[in-house]
């Protein structure tokens, strides 16, 4: 079945997100600002005040780190937008999303459903997850604008909050859902279900180096 193309702003209602279903495409219309580690341990770390009004400009936090600059007279060069591995920031996000009312967590590789259902579930909220590697690109397309960079001067350009003007951005993934369910957990327990009869038959591994065994339960999924 053909997976289903939602249009979605980055200032979502709950029952737009109540609606969106494991494996929907997402593009997103909007402002979206980056935040990652940085950010997090200033704002809640270090009670730095955020250069935001959050949620009502946005509830869409992006892990990631563009490729872009700020030239001499200010003005922004955006080319690619390339999302970094949310798990890195998991610790930080019950109490990032409580205070700031993030709706959309946008990232690469996404988290465990434990997560969303302690995480995101008790406040409104769902993952979406890149598509595949090598769509910074593409991704940049949907970026009309720049609106800013808030702390650059404390933490660099990776790690500064940008904001963007997004124009129907994406594809994006809907990883999880508002019960907690985590789309590539159920992926791959899809897939080892039929582990057996793809390995039936077959010889038992001589070598035995790490990864090649005929036991199932070693079995190790990526």
Known sequence: MKPREVELSTTPTPEEIAALRLGDIVYLTGLMYTAREGVYMRALEDKANIPMELPSQSAANFHCSPAASIREDGSFDMGAVTATASFRFAKWLPEWIAKT??????????????????????????????????????????????????????????????????????????????????????????????????????????????????????????
């Open 101 to 222: 009312g993030a709706r959309l967590i946008v990232g690469k590789g996404g988290m465990s459903s434990r997560d969303y259902k302690e995480y995101f579930v008790p406040n409104g909220a769902i993952y979406l997850s890149t598509v595949g590697y090598g769509t910074g690109a593409l991704l940049g397309r949907g970026v009309e604008n720049v609106e800013a960079v808030h702390w650059n001067e404390e933490l660099g350009l990776a790690q500064a909050m940008w904001v963007l003007k997004c124009n129907r951005m994406g594809p994006f993934l809907v990883a999880s859902d508002m019960e907690g369910n985590c789309l590539f957990e159920r992926e791959n327990a899809r897939i080892a279900e039929n582990l057996d009869r793809v390995y039936e038959g077959t010889k038992p591994a001589v070598l035995k180096r790490f990864g090649e065994t005929d036991n199932r339960a070693d079995e190790l999924i990526g």
